[in-house]
């Protein structure tokens, strides 16, 4: 039997042993902090890269928590061989913060590559509590090192306006080799803001004449931000929205423009929406002169009777661009006819309406059939601007009201532009029409290219509709789209006896495009009767993929973009493939900058596929759309078009055509038209190379023996060049003789 003394001794055991195992797993959770409060700094940062998260984390808040006193070592570390570890320090240099910014400005000029370009990546992670170290990373941007002039510019661009002492060097730098730096320096220049106006002009320059359209939408985009006012910037950006290649480039401009626009309009924006809404404006003597009215009574007006209000209408299109916010307004109201008229004096307005460019996307989608239409032709006639509607237009396409339809396509066709995101729209109005909409989606279609490689079945199902605009158009649109419409020559061939002399003459014209080797067909004698019979035309030797002997020839594919470069300017750019320089460092981007592992994810080669004799790639015939495709490719390059020339190559790289898949490699390895990337140029050089091309061969050498995509591999490389000379390659030759030296 227990009694109470038991009970109260089992009782005392038992608050023993909790409190036991309290304090047994309280010094077990204690362990590691106090493990790493004595372990050296050198230890600490080798747990940096512990596979328990937990010692890493604690590892990196003891080294934080040290601060001064882990710089130093820290700081050797940057100068490592082990990229994971130099990555790990310089996150907790730039936690450390103010401290460490003494110390990274000195490893600026430190001997060790690597070291200067963590070091610029931490400082730039701090932000603005760097600014001590403006003037140091000032210094960098003269580094020959390409990844430390990068770094540093970003650095400056995160640390901000203190950065204004270092504006005259991040003005030199926008002339630098690298489009990465350029790049950066544009970017830090706007973040400077005012204090960097004295690189104004110098920005200007590189926002319209730049080779890379990465560095002019960088340069566009800070030129406000330093100086708004600037004589010259609202030329320069009017400029840029009509006459720049790139699409990217032209929107930033165009959006640009419209806040400046907009921002002028601003304080009489509010006036006027006072003076609209006031009981006065509603008094107004109905009789009184058009001339005498203020912008807000005349507005009013146009909700009236149609005589005065007509008058009304017609006194705002003289007022021009001081109306615009007041019709604003209006299409946001609650009458239907004041929204529709305020509408159609927008559109008649042309560009002056640009500050009306939101509220005009907005009424595209209004109640009123009349109005979405008057809205969708306004946004066509502002020009640039409306194309910043690009997505409300493309959704009108699809409209239930043929008038709202047609406005749309029209408006879409009167930009001239390309526009690869609304050709599932205007394909759609092929068949939905009416007729007025089927002639601007055709052009539309046209203007855009061989991005509308999608539409060329709409387009040639259109070549047999009832109205000779269309057909003419859509043969005009195919020719404009180009080898990839050869699915339409058929038809296009039969228009040649069409009874309308537009569309025989549209369809010869694309014939021409589309295959310029293939035989035209005979027309009738008199063009103004159709021939009745049906004579079959002559085989087109592109149709069926042969070609006579004649025909064939050897393609000099080029062995290096410099092949292409038609402007001796830029002597940097490319590296020649006979010469053996140290390999360009990858671009890094704008901070942080991401740290590339120690085992790069391409595996080395150590046994070449069994390509040991290869057959011959085929020479490409003359009228080949592959080959039509790469020759328009060299011709986007030679003209600095270097992104339109990507996309075009891409086009014949993804249907196995070995000489587009080289070149692509090429724009890839070296940043053109494109982002740098080794590890794509390496995937299209792999696919010409299984082809049995020779250039595909010789890239995958030059890989290989400079690292690019995959570790340094000089066995494989002296393979591939091997391989390369064998089918015939002038410069394998060169590269063996000179690896054997």
């Known amino acids: 039997m227990e009694t109470p003394g038991h009970r109260h001794a089992h009782l005392t055991m038992l608050r023993i042993l909790v409190c036991s195992t309290f304090l047994f797993l309280l010094a077990l959770a204690w362990v590691p902090a106090h493990a790493d409060g004595d372990a050296p700094t050198a230890d600490l940062i080798r747990r940096l890269n512990d596979e328990n998260a937990d010692v890493a984390r604690n590892a990196f808040d003891e080294l934080v928590r040290r601060g001064t006193e882990a710089v130093p070592e820290l700081i050797k570390t940057l100068r490592g061989t082990n990229r994971s570890l130099r990555g790990a320090a310089t996150r907790v240099?730039?936690?450390?913060?103010?401290?460490?910014?003494?110390?990274?400005?000195?490893?600026?000029?430190?001997?060790?590559?690597?070291?200067?370009?963590?070091?610029?990546?931490?400082?730039?992670?701090?932000?603005?509590?760097?600014?001590?170290?403006?003037?140091?990373?000032s210094r960098a941007l003269h580094d020959h090192v390409e990844d430390v002039r990068g770094n540093a510019a970003a650095a400056l661009a995160e640390i901000g306006a203190d950065s204004e002492p270092a504006v005259a060097d991040l003005q030199r730098i926008l002339a630098d080799p690298s489009p990465w730096v350029r790049r950066n320096a544009a970017l830090a220049l706007g973040r400077i803001g005012p204090g960097a106006r004295p690189a104004m002009a110098a920005l200007l320059e590189t926002a319209t004449q730049d080779r890379s359209s990465k560095?002019?939408?960088?340069?566009?985009?800070?030129?406000?931000?330093?100086?708004?006012?600037?004589?010259?910037?609202?030329?320069?950006?009017k400029k840029i929205t009509t006459t720049d290649t790139s699409q990217a480039v032209r929107?930033?401009?165009?959006?640009?423009?419209?806040?400046?626009?907009?921002?002028?309009?601003?304080?009489?924006?509010?006036?006027?929406?006072?003076?609209?809404?006031?009981?006065?404006?509603?008094?107004?003597?109905?009789?009184?002169s058009q001339s005498g009215q203020s912008v807000a009574q005349l507005v009013r007006r146009l909700q009236g009777e149609e005589t005065p209000a007509q008058a009304a209408a017609q006194e705002l299109k003289q007022r021009g661009a001081d109306a615009v916010p007041a019709l604003a307004w209006a299409l946001d109201g609650n009458d239907a006819t004041l929204r529709r008229r305020a509408a159609s004096v927008l559109a008649a307005l042309?560009?002056?309406?640009?500050?009306?460019r939101a509220a005009l996307g907005r009424a595209l989608s209004d109640v009123d059939a009349r109005v979405r239409e008057q809205a969708a032709r306004a946004l066509g006639a502002m020009g640039q601007t409306g194309l910043r509607a690009l997505p409300q237009l493309a959704r009108a396409l699809s409209d239930a009201d043929p008038l709202v339809r047609t406005a749309a396509a029209q408006s879409l066709a009167g930009f001239d532009h390309e526009l690869p995101?609304?050709?599932?729209?205007?394909?759609?109005?092929?068949?939905?029409?009416?007729?007025?909409?089927?002639?601007?989606?055709?052009?539309?279609?046209?203007?855009?290219?061989?991005r509308a490689a999608q539409s060329v079945t709409a387009l040639t199902d259109a070549l047999t509709l009832g109205d000779p605009k269309v057909r003419a158009a859509a043969a005009q649109a195919l020719g404009n789209i180009g080898p990839l419409s050869l699915a339409a020559l058929p038809r296009l061939r039969g228009l040649a006896h069409d009874p309308n002399s537009s569309?025989?003459?549209?369809?010869?014209?694309?014939?021409?495009?589309?295959?310029?080797?293939?035989?035209?067909?005979?027309?009738?004698?008199?063009?103004?009767?159709?021939?009745?019979?049906?004579?079959?035309?002559?085989?087109?030797?592109?149709?069926?993929?042969?070609?006579?002997?004649?025909?064939q020839t050897d393609t000099p594919w080029p062995t290096s973009l410099q092949d292409l470069e038609p402007d001796?300017?830029?002597?940097?750019?490319?590296?020649?493939?006979?010469?053996?320089?140290?390999?360009?460092?990858?671009?890094?981007?704008?901070?942080?900058?991401?740290?590339?592992?120690?085992?790069?994810?391409?595996?080395?080669?150590?046994?070449?596929?069994?390509?040991?004799?290869?057959?011959?790639a085929a020479p490409d015939p003359a009228g080949s759309p592959q080959a039509h495709l790469f020759a328009q490719a060299r011709k986007l390059y030679a003209s600095g078009r270097y992104e339109d020339a990507a996309?075009?190559?891409?086009?014949?790289?993804?249907?196995?055509?070995?000489?587009?898949?080289?070149?692509?490699?090429?724009?890839?390895?070296?940043?053109?038209?494109?982002?740098?990337?080794?590890?794509?140029?390496?995937?299209?050089?792999?696919?010409?190379?299984?082809?049995?091309?020779?250039?595909?061969?010789?890239?995958?050498?030059?890989?290989?023996?400079?690292?690019?995509?995959?570790?340094?591999?000089?066995?494989?490389?002296?393979?591939w060049y091997e391989r390369a000379a064998k089918r015939g390659h002038p410069a394998a030759g060169d590269r063996l003789k000179a690896m054997r030296e």
Not at 425 to 443: K, Q
Request: glycine content about 6%; aromatic content about 2%.
């Open 568 to 616: 001796p300017r830029y002597p940097d750019f490319p590296v020649s493939v006979t010469d053996s320089p140290e390999p360009t460092p990858p671009a890094t981007p704008v901070i942080p900058a991401p740290q590339k592992p120690d085992t790069p994810q391409t595996p080395p080669v150590t046994a070449l596929p069994d390509l040991a004799q290869p057959s011959p």
């Open 251 to 288: 929107d930033a401009a165009s959006e640009i423009l419209e806040d400046l626009l907009s921002k002028e309009q601003e304080d009489r924006n509010e006036s006027i929406t006072d003076d609209v809404t006031s009981d006065s404006a509603l008094a107004d003597d109905p009789e009184r």
């Open 503 to 551: 569309v025989r003459s549209a369809a010869l014209n694309a014939i021409r495009s589309i295959s310029p080797s293939a035989t035209l067909p005979a027309q009738p004698t008199d063009p103004a009767i159709p021939d009745t019979g049906t004579p079959q035309p002559p085989q087109d030797p592109s149709m069926d993929g042969s070609a006579r002997d004649d025909q």
């Open 350 to 356: 042309g560009e002056q309406s640009a500050p009306a």
């Open 93 to 137: 240099l730039a936690r450390i913060g103010a401290p460490a910014v003494p110390e990274l400005a000195r490893t600026l000029e430190d001997q060790a590559r690597s070291a200067r370009i963590q070091a610029g990546i931490a400082l730039g992670l701090m932000g603005s509590t760097a600014s001590d170290a403006v003037r140091p990373l």
């Open 421 to 450: 995101e609304a050709v599932p729209g205007l394909t759609d109005v092929l068949s939905t029409g009416p007729d007025a909409a089927r002639v601007a989606a055709c052009r539309a279609l046209g203007n855009t290219g061989p």
């Open 215 to 237: 560095v002019r939408s960088e340069a566009v985009r800070a030129l406000p931000r330093i100086d708004s006012e600037h004589p010259e910037l609202l030329p320069s950006l």
């Open 647 to 719: 996309q075009t190559l891409r086009q014949g790289a993804e249907t196995d055509h070995s000489p587009s898949q080289v070149l692509l490699g090429m724009l890839f390895r070296e940043g053109r038209g494109v982002d740098k990337d080794n590890e794509e140029a390496l995937r299209w050089f792999r696919h010409a190379s299984a082809l049995g091309d020779a250039a595909g061969y010789y890239n995958m050498g030059w890989m290989y023996e400079h690292g690019l995509g995959v570790p340094r591999d000089v066995d494989a490389a002296r393979r």
